[in-house]
């Protein structure tokens, strides 16, 4: 996962510091990231944490585009009540995506 962060210019890109870190949680071969810029505010997050990460995903991760996706598993600063409502967020997210596919790849409602 390291390699893939750091081979075509991924880190760089990013202006990313990639280090290893010791197993975080989940599967102890699951890929792990936490992404820190120490530049967090109110209304700039930081302290992202992502679990089964691929080297597929690093790009994408890399790019802050992760966030909030089924890779996310949350942020730095967080209360338990604040934790509580960004996982109810990413549950409905997740929800209305299969809905939408269902939907579509159903043909709709009404459909035949």
């Not at 120490?38 to 994408?60: L, S």
Request: glycine share 16%.
């Amino acid at each position: 996962l390291v390699e893939a962060f750091e081979q075509k210019g991924v880190a760089d890109s990013a202006n990313l510091q990639v280090l290893k870190c010791s197993h975080v949680g989940g599967h102890v071969y699951a890929g792990n990231v936490i992404s820190y810029s120490g530049k967090g505010t109110p209304e700039n997050e930081d302290g992202h944490w992502y679990g089964y990460v691929k080297p597929e995903d690093a790009a994408c991760v890399a790019a802050g585009k992760a966030v909030r996706s089924n890779l996310w598993r949350g942020r730095l600063g967080l209360s338990e009540a604040g934790a509580k409502k960004e996982r109810k967020m990413q549950r409905l997210k997740e929800s209305a995506l299969i809905l939408g596919f269902v939907a579509v790849a159903g043909g709709g409602v009404g459909a035949p």
